[in-house]
DNA sequence: CTATACTGTTACCTTGCGGTTACCTCTACT
DNA sequence: AGTAGAGGTAACCGCAAGGTAACAGTATAG
């Protein structure tokens, strides 16, 4: 795991960089913006941590430079905790802020949390198989065929597919598309038989299975 | 966008609540850890929001009580600052930990960005031998070849890993599948054999081993 | 008003979970 | 040895959960 470390204050960043070698992060250290885009330009990185007050210019700036062009996940420093600051971070695609003085091991901890999360990808589409769902635009297609599906099963589909690839409550589905209705374990049956038969015709690869008692889940066919 | 908020200070929870309204959050409130249990059980949250300090417990053991089976993101929330506490809490799959007294705008911005940016999250596998079990997911594979386990033995099996690589007593296993039942010993001998077959075919080596007078415990070598 | 689709309801079938029983081995103890 | 108790395996089978199809009531469109 190797990240990027943006800071001025060396002492910190000496102390920082020997506590997380020990964690098992390499650090990449630049102490102005300069050197940080000259660094930054061959390397991708798992993070980047950006002080904000930096003698040539400040960390929300170079954040605000990176905003498409880099997709690592940033993790702000700072010894101001004024709230304008924070919101302003985060509205810059930040990640995470803390608040100066912290404890090495809290800093550590955030960026191994950053670093294994892989940043969704704000797709509107979702594949699986030959299954394709537009979701915005709501349109399915199974291969070349278009598939046009009822409320409740377009309902059903988009909670699955919010949660994939882990499985959903069979309570929690009836929940979501029957709030206040009483609950009625047929109704449930009903449309799952229909979204199945939607989803999959002929020949095709079954795409939802139910874990008993466990909950409903899009997968292809496990052998 | 729907969240969980279990915190016993109902001035600071009410506030929390209106202003997370006005964000467009809709807020699950519970003060108790039973109440949380009780609420959240049929539901599925964008993210739940958890206080230390509970009345009749604290949300880091709620959260431990969680961990497996629900695969919403955690927020805590803390009067403490003490930094046990917040290792304690990320090593319990935390995703942030916002130290009391705290701006309520900071506080809807994180939880966004847990709810949002943070889908595809670490997978939690665990592996041992040819077997791996994605405990979000719920799939279980030794080799090549996918296991399909019925709710006891899934039960089980997840047990069993959150206590890995210790044993766990064979009362304590009744206690927990068969929380309110008669035990009956014959009952927890089907379920070790069945479980056993499935997790091990042919030649594969056995994993599960039970340690006489301690207990069950999965491991690869059997001596 | 007719036609169409959507959804709740009912009836019936299939599956396999899980409690039960029977029988086995192995160890510990008298 | 004999016996008791724990652990392990295999087979049986009732029954609830899951799955399907058909029907009916109610929208909605044209």
Redesign the pocket.
């Known amino acids: 795991m190797i990240i990027l470390l943006v800071e001025d204050d060396t002492v910190l960043a000496t102390h920082s960089i020997n506590f997380l070698a020990q964690e098992g992060i390499e650090v990449d250290y630049a102490s102005t913006v300069k050197q940080a885009q000259a660094i930054s330009e061959q390397q991708q990185y798992d993070a980047i941590v950006l002080d904000i007050n930096l003698p040539d210019g400040d960390g929300l700036s170079l954040a605000k430079l990176w905003q498409g062009t880099r997709d690592e996940p940033i993790l702000f420093l700072s010894a101001r905790d004024k709230l304008d600051d924070k919101l302003k971070a985060f509205s810059l695609g930040a990640l995470d802020y803390l608040t100066k003085p912290f404890a090495l091991a809290e800093l550590a901890v955030r960026i191994k949390l950053l670093a294994n999360k892989t940043l969704v990808k704000k797709s509107t589409t979702f594949k699986l198989d030959s299954l394709s769902v537009d979701l915005q635009a709501k349109i399915i297609t199974r291969g070349q065929r278009v598939i ?6 377009w309902l059903l589909l988009s909670l699955l597919i919010e949660h994939y690839p882990n499985p959903v409550n ?1 309570s929690c589905i009836i929940n979501h ?2 709030p206040d ?2 609950t ?11 979204l ?2 939607n989803l999959s015709r002929d020949e095709e690869v079954p795409l ?3 874990l ?3 909950g ?1 889940v899009l997968r292809v066919a496990n052998a």
Request: aromatic content about 6%.
């Open positions: 046009i599906l009822s409320p409740q099963q069979k598309i029957w209705e009483d009625n374990n047929n109704m449930y049956k009903s449309l799952l038989t229909r199945r038969t939802l299975h139910t008993k008692k466990q409903l």
